[in-house]
């Protein structure tokens, strides 16, 4: 974990570790707690770690590795609750027509969904987390989706069918570490250190050809003020000063069919 991901984890422990309700919960793990793939390091546990596949020199792809095991039971001595409860979910577009979606063919889509899981304590975001291909290993048109649990990652949901979405594009080539701003972005997802925390529905990074997106979404898109601090505080975390971001509207989704391919309502 980079410095700027570590310090957001220091920072998510003493935030939510001082709301606990219980002595037993207020003791803060260092970050060195964060589980690792363990390969059954705990005695015990190799036998629950045996009965999985073993990816463990690399999943041949990232479905495998969604696939692969998440009902593994990782103790912890403490737990720390997050504000939200969120789930991951993920998806592979087909390759046809550049994965454009037709209007009506929302159940095709929502079926190609598939929930890796929810979490609402620190320990059971990285019991998830850690067992995820990283971004830069996942397969092309792939998409991972983090999103408030009781929202579904659709433009149509009805959480999201007024909101929109600010996008990072990242052409093929750009120097910017794609595992690390998706890191960094999660854990001040999960922790709400960005401005408006209760506009935010979710975020998703998807994987292309051309080039990556990152995107994330919110509620209101008629809530300029709220918009635009979320998109500023999203370039200050993510250091993206010289990388300029558009917010799009999903009712123009909607009616196109495509994610990433519509006007622009604001460019910071």
Request: net charge positive.
């Amino acid at each position: 974990m980079n410095t700027q991901a570590n310090s957001l984890f220091l920072y998510l422990i003493a935030k939510l570790s001082s709301k606990s309700k219980t002595p037993s919960s207020t003791t803060q793990p260092s970050p060195s707690s964060k589980p690792q793939h363990r390969g059954g390091r705990e005695e015990g546990h190799n036998k629950n770690l045996n009965k999985k596949k073993n990816y463990s020199h690399g999943p041949k792809s990232d479905r495998q590795a969604v696939e692969a095991g998440f009902d593994i039971d990782i103790p912890t001595e403490t737990s720390h609750p997050l504000e939200s409860e969120w789930t991951f979910w993920y998806d592979r577009r087909p390759t046809v027509a550049a994965a454009k979606r037709i209007r009506g063919e929302r159940d095709q889509y929502e079926s190609n969904l598939r929930p890796i899981g929810s979490f609402a304590t620190i320990e059971d975001f990285w019991r998830f987390y850690n067992h995820m291909v990283k971004p830069t290993r996942m397969e092309v048109n792939a998409n991972y989706h983090l999103f408030k649990k009781g929202i579904k990652p659709l433009w149509e949901d009805s959480a999201n069918a007024q909101g929109g979405k600010w996008i990072i594009n990242l052409k093929a080539g750009e120097k910017l570490n794609l595992d690390n701003c998706w890191e960094n972005l999660v854990l001040s997802i999960i922790g709400e250190t960005l401005d408006n925390n209760e506009e935010i529905c979710g975020v998703v990074i998807s994987r292309r050809k051309l080039g990556d997106r990152i995107a994330v979404w919110n509620k209101n898109r008629d809530d300029e003020a709220a918009v635009l601090a979320i998109g500023k505080k999203l370039k200050a975390i993510l250091g993206l000063d010289k990388l300029p971001i558009q917010y799009q509207i999903h009712e123009d989704s909607i009616r196109t069919g495509t994610s990433y391919a519509n006007a622009e309502k604001y460019t910071l």
